[in-house]
């Protein structure tokens, strides 16, 4: 495996809107009956708000999976209708995913709103999942790692080394999400290199310990092509991850 024995896999699934209650509790039992003893990857389960309570009952003490949040506000509390803050979070969550190309695009997120919430979760004790990616359009004009080192120097530069250390960056083209289209290993590796670049920059001596995630368009079948190549340490998966199969699949292809 060309991955730091330092860094364990992670793959982290993100159902979206998506799985009422009863289906989110189906899905979580069949992850644990097709899952094996002891994975080689570290697997988190990023449900819905309305979900959680429910999966973090399922799971119960059971150490093969761990439990994330989609979003979050980065106040504590306030008149911010429709939203949830990380201290409501925390009973039932080790992760967060901050930055979410669906969050940049479809609510206008900018680097410093993904960054204040990124601050927020580190500051309640969680670990977030920092998504970065250039768009179709950026990549076919050269800039993919422009963008990406813009993204992550705004979500890291100022933290400290053991901030940084809790952070997992997710780089996840944004042309590749839901698509069909996945990177090529070799587009992968490159953008880890990019932003493993930036950890550096921003914390000497955390970069060989910060995992460097792949998305997009992520299956059973290309799992062990794009998590094996060099850098990459894990994944953050979408639709396959609601199929419990196909996601133990992609578990059993991070330790490959």
Known sequence: ??????????????????????DAE?????????????????????????????????????????LGAQNCHWETAGAFTGEISTAMLAPWCQYILVGHSERRQLFGETDEIVRRKLEAVLAAGMHPILALGETGDERKRGQTQTVLRRQARAGLIGLSADQVARCTLAYEP???????????????????????????????GVATTVRILYGGSVTAASAVSLLTADGVDGALVGGASLKAAEFCAIVAGAGA
Do not use: C, Q, Y
Not at 1 to 22: C, D, Q, T
Not at 38 to 50: D, I, M, S
Not at 179 to 201: H, I, K, M, Q
């Open 26 to 66: 189906a899905l979580t039992r069949g992850l644990l009956a097709g899952l094996p003893a002891t994975p080689a990857a570290e697997v988190v389960l990023l449900p819905p708000f309305t979900a959680l309570e429910t999966v973090h009952r399922v799971i119960g003490s059971d150490p093969r999976l761990r």
């Open 1 to 22: 495996m060309a991955n730091s024995e330092a860094r364990r896999p992670l793959v982290a699934g993100n159902w979206k809107m998506h799985e009422v209650v009863a």
């Open 174 to 204: 944004i042309w590749a999400i839901g698509t069909g289209a996945a990177a090529t290993p070799a587009d992968a590796s490159e953008a880890a290199a990019v932003l493993r670049s930036v950890v550096d920059e921003a914390a000497a």
